[in-house]
């Protein structure tokens, strides 16, 4: 199945939620010509959010979705279409106008070599390595990285605290992750360029899910890549090993969208949501989903009336 017919396939979800709150950092346009920054763009035939297939970027798309409807636009949220590989494409061929992204994933996405970590560098590595049609908007207070963690067993049994520990066990350890971070530089390529780590197995599991979080209980793998707003963390003791050579950059959250629907109302609505949402908030709302089980949707619209922004 190709692309298209996979999106075309997928029913959207109308979208009727909340409004949220004022403007947060970086650049406003990747355009050198100022156009999308004025507004080129045009929200008035609606937009399409697509989401990725873990809890906390559904959640942001129904965010999203929130102030944008608020704003008087029309919402439709694709969510959980699976990776950045599938969704990146998606939004230049048409099928999608927005995504909730992250700044350093989305950086060495488009560039894999590409060395800024402060936000304000990364924004405008960015604005470079960005193809043309698409822009970053400001990025969000919110953040949340890759982390690499281990049971406090493990930890112990190893003499792990560190990702450069790691590679004093070569070949024994087992990593699971999301099938992409085999191949992906905040991953096992980058552990062995930066670290020289190198892993007995790479079990192909989920992103900050139920299944690597389950391996990881159960000692099918050493080594679980998650997310560092994931809650589970902290509940089960789990040990995130440090990163001293910096592979791992900053991740706050930023709108990647199309210019053709970049117009002043989208960028204000989502400014108003960056400068809102704080990273313990973003993880409250990830836990109520996870743990608590309820619709990404049903906890972004309780968010926004709980902060009185929705009327």
Avoid at 88 to 111: K, N, W
Avoid at 249 to 261: E, F, N, S, T, W
Wanted: charged share 20%; proline share 4%; with cysteine.
């Amino acid at each position: 199945m190709n692309r298209r017919t996979l999106l075309g396939a997928l029913a959207g979800t109308a979208v009727a939620v909340p409004a949220l709150s004022s403007c947060a950092g970086g650049i406003t346009s990747l355009d050198n010509e100022g156009t999308s920054a004025a507004g080129g763009g045009s929200s008035k035939g609606g937009i399409t959010i697509g989401t990725a297939n873990f809890t906390e970027n559904q959640v942001l798309g129904h965010l999203y979705a929130a102030v944008l409807r608020a704003a008087g636009v029309k919402v439709t949220v694709r969510p959980n279409l699976g990776t950045r590989e599938i969704l990146v494409p998606a939004l230049r061929g048409g099928d999608l106008d927005l995504l909730p992204e992250y700044q350093g994933a989305l950086l060495h996405y488009l560039a894999p070599k590409a060395t800024a970590t402060e936000e304000g560098a990364m924004q405008n590595a960015l604005a470079v390595a960005l193809p043309a049609g698409l822009q970053v908007l400001p990025y969000g207070m919110a953040e949340d990285s890759d982390a690499f963690a281990v049971t406090r067993e493990t930890a112990r049994k190893y003499g792990l605290t560190s990702l450069a520990d790691l590679a004093k066990h070569n070949g024994k350890l087992i990593i699971g992750a999301a099938p992409e971070v085999k191949t992906r530089e905040v991953g096992v390529v980058g552990l062995k360029d930066v670290y020289s780590v190198e892993f007995k197995e790479f079990k192909s599991l989920d992103s900050s899910g139920p299944l690597v979080k389950g391996a990881l209980r159960k000692g099918d793998v050493d080594v679980a890549n998650l997310f560092t707003t994931d809650t589970d963390i902290q509940a089960d003791d789990w040990v995130v090993l440090t990163d001293p050579k910096n592979l791992i950059p900053g991740q706050h959250i930023v709108p990647l969208i199309a210019d053709r629907k970049a117009d002043s109302t989208v960028r204000k609505a989502l400014a108003r949501l960056g400068n809102t949402l704080t990273t313990a908030q973003l993880t409250e709302l990830n836990r109520q989903v996870d743990k608590d089980k309820k619709d990404p949707e049903d906890v972004a619209d309780a968010y926004a009336k709980q902060h009185g922004l929705a009327g």
